[in-house]
């Protein structure tokens, strides 16, 4: 079984700054299978990079994906207000078909 | 655009079978080119894939409730279901249901959730 380590669990940041988060594989994966989510609450998630680095569509390109092998960040080059949320990332082929990580909570500092 | 919306009980009580359903509207069900999953997030814990259903009605199951879950889709109503037998307070989570994709592109495949439901609450207690 795959697992998908998300860190930090929090990150507090202000708007306009650069947030960089984390997702490692306990093992090298392919990067095809790699996406990320925005979740907030009472809200669907919502896709944002699949492909490790593709946008989904109607993304905004301040949302970067990059990453190969274990290692995969996704980074929000200007924090919005809309921003702040949990983000998952995600992992298929493992078993069950799916994985993902715990999140990581990024909150207004 | 797509949107999607589940539905359930709300409470369930030990050893019943929880029941839910997704409704699809602005687009088709029956379009070949997704599977219909469903997603829990039980309390404290991370998200868990539990199962897709295809419109044809071909499933996949998470191994670790197949035993328990069947997955059922209505092409009519354009909805599809998941029914999970013998509940017990572990199953108590936030449901999801979801679209996937599998797209390809320069002969490299991907697989993600595009569209998702905003979720339905159920807590299984006496």
């Known amino acids: 079984e795959i697992v998908l380590t998300q860190s930090p669990d929090t990150l507090s940041l202000s708007p306009g700054e650069r947030a960089t988060l984390s997702c490692r594989a306990s093992q090298s994966v392919s990067s095809n299978y790699l996406a990320w989510y925005q979740h907030k609450p009472g809200q669907a998630p919502r896709l944002l990079i699949y492909g490790a680095s593709s946008r989904a569509t109607d993304i905004p390109d301040r949302f970067t994906g990059s990453g190969s092998g274990a290692d995969f960040t996704l980074t929000i080059s200007r924090l919005e207000p809309e921003d702040f949320a949990v983000y998952y990332c995600q992992l298929y082929g493992t078993s069950p078909r799916y994985s993902f990580g715990l999140g990581t909570k990024l909150e207004i500092k | 655009q797509v949107q999607l919306q589940e539905s359930g009980p709300g409470p369930v009580r030990p050893s019943q079978t929880l029941s839910l359903t997704c409704t699809v509207s602005?687009?088709?069900?029956?379009?070949?080119?997704?599977?219909w999953s469903w997603i829990r997030q039980r309390p404290g814990k991370g998200l868990e894939w539990i199962g897709y259903?295809?419109?044809?009605?071909?499933?996949y199951y998470n191994p670790s409730l197949k035993s328990r879950l069947t997955m059922s889709v209505d092409t009519s109503k354009n909805q599809f279901s998941l029914q999970l037998s013998s509940v017990t307070a572990a199953d108590t989570a936030v449901y999801y249901c979801?679209?996937?994709?599998?797209?390809?592109?320069?002969?490299?495949?991907?697989?993600?959730?595009?569209?998702w439901g905003k979720g339905t609450t159920v807590t299984v207690s006496s």
């Open positions: 259903i295809f419109y044809s009605g071909n499933t």
């Open positions: 979801a679209r996937e994709v599998s797209s390809s592109s320069w002969g490299s495949y991907y697989y993600y959730m595009d569209v």
């Open positions: 602005g687009g088709s069900i029956s379009s070949g080119d997704y599977f």
